[in-house]
């Protein structure tokens, strides 16, 4: 069975980082895209970045420059580096996983994917 837990959230203050973690048990996901989405209270669940199967990286225009999505495929885990934090990161974070090897998706939508985590809390105060 396949699951997807996330680690890394927490309480930060304005302009601080955050790095959060997304382990993968089940089966491997070095050639799959694997993506990071959020929600932040009473509202939609928006897309932030995703890594294709080929390490192609896409950013919301948001985050760019702010945060970095990677991967370590010997550790099957997915991060997302979070630095200048602002109040409008403050969300529940989800990683995200295609099952599929080797395909191109259009990874900025969440139909793209169909593996997905627990979520963890970000929360950044001013």
């Known amino acids: 069975q396949v699951q997807l837990v996330e680690s890394g959230g927490g309480l930060v203050q304005t302009g601080g980082s955050l790095r959060l973690s997304c382990a993968a048990f089940g089966r491997t996901f070095s050639s799959a895209g694997m993506g990071w989405f959020r929600q932040a209270p009473g509202k939609e669940r928006e897309f932030v970045a995703a890594?294709?199967?080929?390490?192609?990286?896409y950013y919301t225009d948001s985050v760019k420059g702010r945060f970095t999505i990677s991967r370590d495929s010997a550790k099957n885990t997915l991060y997302l580096q979070m630095n200048s934090l602002k109040s409008e990161d403050t969300a529940v974070y989800y990683c995200?996983?295609?099952?599929?090897?080797?395909?191109?998706?259009?990874?900025?939508?969440?139909?793209?994917?169909?593996?997905w985590g627990q979520g963890t809390q970000v929360t950044v105060s001013s």
């Open positions: 995200a996983a295609d099952s599929a090897f080797y395909s191109v998706r259009n990874y900025y939508s969440d139909t793209s994917y169909d593996h």
């Open positions: 890594i294709s199967w080929n390490d192609r990286t």
